[in-house]
């Protein structure tokens, strides 16, 4: 077997019967143990009901009555996914013993798929916090580099897709909480349109701007787990009630003809990004252009605009849900989550309606923006990953995030590597589609991925075979 | 520096049911004048008046 499969190559020889999904999760499982202790990717291994679920998956597929591609595949879950019997914790001390006892809906729909559960995953608290070191467990670590940030909140999962740990797992984004790990891990995550996936299950973090997704290594990952994940949850009042196409026909449609407009103020202007980081947009812009895109400027409102309406609405939701904790058991908080979200208590309620009437704004001009125009295209993170000790508390507050403007709009966005910066560490750039396009940002992503060499290298680390090998 | 006086930044602490230490209560109210900025910036320019909040809600959701 291959060190490093993808989703893809692993249910395609799954199905084949020239893998079993028992070989594929003890894989798996070494690797785990001989990686984690550096990445800190993981909460809790989950060993026995992986093998539990990979044999169910190697007998269905020898009765020939597989599930589909995602049968067999091992897969981890951010721990603010709720799992029946397996303690969720929200990477906090205040639910360290919590057992839920319902599955997320995505959890479950992820698991009638076939997926086979490696354990929960490491996040900042809550999915707001970090990278704390005052937590019951440390921060993941970036494969690329265990001293670099993973950015966060679905930190672990980044890391673990990048070393090889997972094929796949599931991240929230609230404000880019899956976007950022995905680009500075140098992996794929897609935030969906608001209400494709159920939040149903999911620790909330802030109600109008959660949302859930899946993180892999290539797109087509994506897509595939997006397929499982997504569709209509009358649990979640924030649900479209829409069921999702079929990404996998819309993959290898291609770009040409396909209308990119490049926000070049953001990157450019408002939060002016690193070198490496500009390199990788050009030459991102030059593939799709070279693949027949039609490649123009687009001019939205600043990025400021976007991030201080995100930020307020998110503190503002976010104290509303914890503020019984935060008045009573304050100390059990990490201090980055303690103080970010203490902002969020002396906010207004006549501040907060300001916010929210000015994201109906925004919204309405983004999509006017948008009119003759398909995919969007900036930077995901300003940098590649910086020194994990040397990541400012207050960063969020001091330069607008490229991220959060597509939670306060809902639209599809995703991160894909575009290639290493002057550390040797990923950059990536940010696809967003319209509304419920996420075929569009897929193909888009796709075509650019196949037409580049990101996909062939693999954090040093992590490539145990040529270690021992050597 | 925050236009809020440190004064006033206790009574907006006290009003959220905070119990912050002195330190803690200071490292807050350095990151208040980001907030503030941000404050400002949602209000400019003035919406109008029939600019509606995201969140108006549909009522055959009940």
């Known amino acids: 077997m291959d060190e490093f499969l993808t989703i893809s190559e692993a249910s395609r020889l799954i199905a084949s019967r020239k893998l079993s999904p028992v070989e594929l999760t003890q894989h798996c499982l070494a690797r785990i143990r001989s990686l984690d202790s550096v990445l800190h990717s993981f909460i809790r291994l989950t060993e026995e009901r992986a093998m539990s679920d990979a044999r169910a998956a190697e007998a269905r597929i020898m009765a020939g009555s597989a599930r589909g591609k995602l049968d067999g595949i091992p897969i981890g879950h951010k721990d603010i996914y709720c799992t029946a019997g397996i303690a969720t914790t929200a990477h906090s001390k205040q639910l360290q013993d919590y057992i839920p006892s319902e599955d997320a809906t995505t959890v479950r729909k992820l698991a009638e798929a076939g997926t086979v559960l490696l354990g929960k995953l490491a996040t900042h608290e809550f999915a707001f916090g970090g990278p704390s070191f005052d937590l019951p467990w440390p921060p993941a670590r970036n494969p690329w580099n265990p001293d670099h940030f993973t950015s966060g909140s679905s930190s672990g999962t980044g890391a673990a897709v990048a070393a090889g740990l997972i094929l796949g797992g599931t991240g929230s984004d609230t404000g880019g909480s899956i976007r950022g790990p995905a680009a500075l891990c140098g ?156 902002l969020g208590g002396l906010i207004s309620g006549v501040d907060y309606v300001q916010a929210v009437r000015r994201r109906r704004e925004l919204c309405a001009t983004t999509a006017a923006a948008m009119k003759e125009i398909d995919v969007l295209l900036t930077a995901s993170q300003p940098t590649e990953a910086p020194r994990i000790d040397a990541v400012p508390k207050w960063a969020i507050l001091e330069k607008p995030g490229f991220t959060i403007p597509f939670n306060v709009t809902g639209q599809p966005a995703m991160s894909v590597c575009s290639g290493f910066g002057a550390g040797g560490l990923p950059v990536s750039i940010q696809l967003i589609g319209k509304p419920f396009e996420e075929a569009t940002v897929f193909r888009a992503a796709h075509a650019y991925e196949q037409a580049t060499e990101w996909r062939k290298q693999r954090p040093a680390m992590a490539k145990l075979g040529e270690r021992s090998a050597a | 520096m925050p236009n809020t006086t440190l004064e006033d930044f206790k009574a907006l602490v006290r009003r959220a049911g905070l119990t912050l230490t002195d330190a803690q209560l200071a490292e807050i109210y350095s990151a208040w004048g980001h907030v503030e900025g941000m404050l400002a910036r949602i209000r400019t320019p003035m919406l109008p008046r029939e600019a509606e909040p995201s969140h108006t809600f549909k009522p055959e959701y009940f």
């Open chain 1, 187 to 342: 992996i794929a995550g897609i935030k969906p349109t608001y209400g494709l996936c159920s939040r149903a299950g999911i620790l909330p973090l802030s109600f109008s701007l959660d949302h859930a997704g899946p993180l892999a290594w290539t797109v087509e990952d994506c897509a595939i787990l997006l397929q499982a994940m997504a569709g209509p949850d009358p649990a979640d009042p924030a649900s479209s009630g829409r069921s999702a196409p079929d990404y996998a026909s819309a993959l290898n449609g291609g770009v040409k003809g396909m209308r990119i407009g490049v926000v070049r103020h953001f990157h450019e202007t408002d939060n002016k990004v690193s070198e490496g980081t500009q390199k990788g947009i050009d030459g991102a812009i030059d593939v799709l252009r070279g693949l027949g895109a039609e490649v123009r400027e687009v001019k939205l409102p600043s990025l400021a605009d976007y991030s201080a309406c995100g930020f307020l609405i998110l503190v503002t939701e976010a104290f509303a849900l914890h503020e019984r904790w935060l008045q009573t058991s304050l100390e059990k908080y990490g201090e980055l989550l303690r103080d970010r979200m203490a």
